[in-house]
């Protein structure tokens, strides 16, 4: 059973927007956080937000500050990335990371390529 999927990437223009969602299976459980992440070809994988279970605290990269918003639905599990402005550097694949006591989860990622 998948931990996280990600869902919400496809293909958009510069200046347009996406929606990224994150399910968590309702087994995932000790969860400090949840983040996303993004790794472009041939490059590690680099923060882009998170946000903490307690308190609904939010952290942004500099790159997308003012542009992306990270949020999350408790009743539902899941967090969403909200991707506004989106430039052709944004290109990359996203993953959702659960950031746990134990061993954190990563789901498998979706591609968000902004090209005209």
């Known amino acids: 059973q998948e931990q996280l999927v990600e869902s919400g990437g496809g293909l958009v223009q510069p200046g347009g927007s996406l929606r990224l969602s994150c399910a968590a299976s309702?087994?995932?459980?000790?969860?400090?956080?949840m983040g996303w992440y993004l790794q472009r070809p041939g490059n590690q994988r680099e923060l882009v937000a998170t946000i903490t279970t307690a308190g609904g605290r939010t952290n942004y990269a500099d790159s997308v500050k003012g542009r992306f918003t990270i949020s999350r639905d408790t009743a539902q599990n899941t967090v969403y990335l909200q991707m506004n402005n989106l430039k052709p550097e944004d290109t990359a694949v996203y993953y959702c990371k659960a950031i746990r006591f134990g061993p954190d989860y990563w789901g498998k990622g979706t591609l968000v390529t902004v090209s005209s």
């Open positions: 309702r087994s995932v459980s000790g969860v400090l956080a």
